[in-house]
């Protein structure tokens, strides 16, 4: 209904003005020109011709109109070229985009329209497809899933280059210390660099400024968790626009960490620089005693106390990626039907204080305050 009130004004209000297919409304002060100068009582007939946006006061105490094409007119003179500007300030006008207005259906174009002419307008304009809506920066994680199958399987068909450093690269799955190596772009196709041996914690790769790189791939000792470390998490803005996300391979399975929620991740990284919550140096890769460290300590615990002798980090840090809001969603590669599928946490807590659920940390008892923590893959539709 809005709409067709707008249309309707703009119709009546104006149709003496329009043109046939499209106008501006910069194109519209020219029709009320008279009101703009109005103050001014030299203000021309001239000024009906012309595409205003705007006007001002010059340093000469005269108004002078801004023209769509951005030169200004000075209704006293014609023009400024006749007259010494010494200190112009000018205001800045938005410039709108232009308002479609289908052609109109009557026999006389030099008449108004009649009422059966304005309903055919409506109905021609409501026709009209609606702009689409604005780019999300909000990803479906199944939609990522299959993006980065097609990704990793084109790296992979297309550059043999890339398949002997994949397969290098797992000989070290039984390694004490991080490998890794990155798949990059060009012109020419897609890349391999030099495998690189880190430490028992994290691996650094170096490469020249403008290089297109698309995946990280790197192993997790087998002492370690198949997590990823805060590293991981917080070294995913590191990388260029065609970057897709940090590979992890532990034993023979194979993970993936991505940006889904770009406005999220950045809101995050920032924080974590603010409040300091990154120490690579820390066991669990969080500052000590910093809310997040404490977080992931509580609900490890919590974990522990339900299920012994498992790695706790990796649906702890599960937990703090739901939990902080960190924008990433972690993927694990399928070996039955070939496809990462996007995992999520599952918790449920126990109403029972009482729960035999329960370790002994320092001889104290530690009694997990939910029922279930469960790290389940998302439904994703076929």
């Not at 990796?314 to 995992?343: A, C, I, R």
Request: net charge negative.
């Amino acid at each position: 209904m809005k709409k067709i009130i707008l249309i309707i004004i703009l119709f009546f209000g104006i149709f003496p003005a329009l043109q046939k297919g499209r106008i501006s409304l910069v194109h519209l002060a020219s029709v009320y020109a008279d009101d703009i100068g109005a103050e001014d009582s030299n203000t021309s007939p001239d000024l009906y011709g012309m595409n205003i946006v705007g006007s001002h006061v010059n340093s000469n105490g005269e108004r002078v109109y801004d023209l769509a094409d951005g030169t200004l007119y000075n209704p006293k003179y014609g023009n400024l070229n006749e007259v010494q500007i010494t200190a112009e300030k000018t205001q800045t006008v938005q410039e709108y985009p232009a308002i479609f207005v289908p052609d109109m259906p009557q026999s006389d174009p030099g008449i108004y329209p009649t009422m059966e002419d304005m309903v055919n307008f409506i109905m021609i304009a409501q026709e009209q497809p609606s702009p689409p809506p604005p780019p999300t920066p909000k990803k479906d994680p199944c939609q990522v899933a299959k993006e980065l199958v097609n990704a990793l399987n084109a790296a992979l068909a297309a550059s043999q280059e890339v398949q002997a450093r994949m397969n290098e690269l797992k000989g070290f799955k039984d390694s004490q210390v991080e490998h890794g190596f990155l798949i990059t772009r060009d012109a020419s196709g897609f890349h391999a660099t030099e495998m690189v041996e880190g430490n028992e914690k994290s691996v650094d790769f170096s490469y020249p400024a403008g290089t297109n790189v698309i995946f990280i791939l790197h192993v997790h000792p087998p002492n370690a968790s198949a997590a990823p470390s805060s590293t991981d998490i917080l070294g995913l803005d590191h990388y260029g626009a065609g970057f897709m996300g940090n590979i992890i391979i532990h034993g023979d399975d194979m993970y993936l960490i991505s940006v889904t929620n770009s406005v999220a991740y950045n809101k995050f990284v920032v924080k974590s620089k603010s409040d300091g919550y990154y120490d690579k140096n820390e066991s669990n890769g969080w500052k000590y005693k910093s809310a997040i460290y404490n977080e992931f300590v509580s609900f490890s615990t919590d974990y522990m106390a339900l299920y012994k002798n498992v790695d706790a980090t990796y649906p702890t840090q599960l937990h703090l990626m739901d939990s902080y809001n960190m924008g990433v969603t972690l993927q694990k590669w399928n070996t039955t039907t070939n496809k990462f599928e996007p995992q999520e946490i599952n918790t449920q807590l126990d109403d029972n204080t009482g729960s035999s659920s329960s370790i002994t940390m320092g001889g104290t008892p530690i009694i997990s305050k939910y029922k279930t923590i469960e790290v389940n893959k998302k439904d994703c539709p076929n």
